[in-house]
DNA sequence: TACTTCTGGATTGTATACGTTCTTGATGAA
DNA sequence: TTCATCAAGAACGTATACAATCCAGAAGTA
């Protein structure tokens, strides 16, 4: 096998068949837009029919899920979206303060022109969605813009990592936001792309660094799981 | 669902059916012990009657280790032991090199009496497989020592990311490894689990960085796939 | 000889059948 | 009423059948 072999299989990995998994892909989207709420139930038949494909189909989506920490598959009781923990929740949010600043600052230092363009009309569409009140879908995008930075500094196994903490992201917020608005996001946005734009690597690195630290603080993790609560342990 | 149910979930996540399937067990130690060395053809018919199970569950098992980047899986073309990149094996080893000085901290910061046993036991056994030449058992034992750090440094998320990590190590160390022996290892491991005894935290901290850096300057990407050259490129 | 085309065997991808486990509501006893 | 027991239905785990794809060697052509 040669190296440009390898680096292929390296870029396309195991994805390949993933994207075209419809259970996968649908499910995943519908989680990171949070039209499926944590703790929702995932029964294989119900997803064969929908997508109109086997259980076979249906288990390899759910258990790509499953490493991605996006589903809990229990043995004998089936997939549900997963419900992080606070304690995981946290956790996430530590491991991305210490890997995304060091992606952010790699990346100022590498953007090109392309690279701002893109970072650009992505942070239009984000905006485009807020405006238009996908809140879903503006959420989608700006995990995917962390995404795309991680992907600018040019570290796969890095950005891989991110991606997966990203996507996470999405739980843990459907489960611990206390704001209303993700106003901040925007200006944050918008002032990582133009220190990205400048090149200017320290600059990027504190903006996201700050910025994570600003999404991390606005997580409530003492009545997250009020919902799911007994009537006994409310009582108590 | 309670708060502990969620932890519960967190901590056993998807590894309950995992450890039940032979597949994975027993090709997830194969790899890690460098008996199945990179780009070996992975058949599920000759899995399925090695292991005495049907294909389904022999797919289980590599799809898992296809997220855990030990296996490649190509559609239509099966599954073979992964074959890192150099670039994949620089990115490995950064990324080691970001997250494990942090946690060796944490964790010389936290460890009691009984995880400093636990290291030093493991050390013991570590230094029997060295002596009885079981390399492959060496390597394995060597690599499940820092997971273990990161174990003690009690960050679950962090923890399975490194475990990640070190597992594709041994794919990487087996492919573009120089020296003859590990025997830095036994050195720098008994240094590791003396400053995490005293609880130094700034101490355990650089001499994990510098371990990995050893490590790391011990690997030769200029070479590592000469083997799988073909004739035209190597006399060209 | 060198190259293309074709074909049989082997391997993977998907669907489905069936056994096992779990859930849930009914039944009955305390 | 409350609790335990149990049975029916639903859901999951595994095996297997069949279809689709790939690969290697044979045959044919220039």
Redesign the pocket.
């Known amino acids: 096998m040669s190296i440009s072999q390898q680096e292929a299989n390296f870029s396309r990995r195991l994805d390949a ?1 993933l994207v ?2 419809p259970v996968f892909t649908g499910v995943e989207r519908a989680i990171l837009e949070q039209r499926l709420p944590p703790g929702t ?6 997803l ?1 029919e929908f997508y ?6 249906v ?2 989506g759910l258990q790509a899920l499953a490493h991605s920490h996006l589903v809990t ?7 549900s979206v997963a419900n992080p923990s606070p304690r995981e929740a946290r956790e996430v949010f530590e491991a991305r303060e210490l890997l995304e600043p060091r992606s952010a600052r790699e990346a100022a230092r590498r953007a090109g022109r392309a690279d701002v363009r893109a970072l650009r009309l992505h942070a239009q569409e984000e905006h485009e969605a807020m405006s238009a009140n996908e809140s879903g879908r503006a959420l989608r995008l700006s995990g995917r813009f962390h995404v795309m930075i991680a992907q600018i500094a040019n570290q796969r196994t890095i950005a891989e990592i991110i991606e997966n903490l990203v996507s996470r992201s999405s739980l843990i917020i459907a489960l611990y936001w206390t704001r209303s608005s993700t106003r901040c996001d925007e200006g944050c946005h918008n002032a990582l792309i133009d220190a990205i734009e400048r090149n200017d690597a320290v600059e990027a690195e504190e903006l996201m660094r700050s910025h994570l630290v600003e999404l991390h603080s606005a997580l409530r993790f003492d009545n997250g799981d009020s919902s799911n609560k007994t009537l006994k342990d409310m009582l108590s």
Do not use: F, W
């Open positions: 068949d075209q998994n139930r995932l029964a294989e038949t119900d064969a109109g494909v086997s259980r076979t189909v288990r390899t598959l229990r043995p004998n009781r089936g997939a």
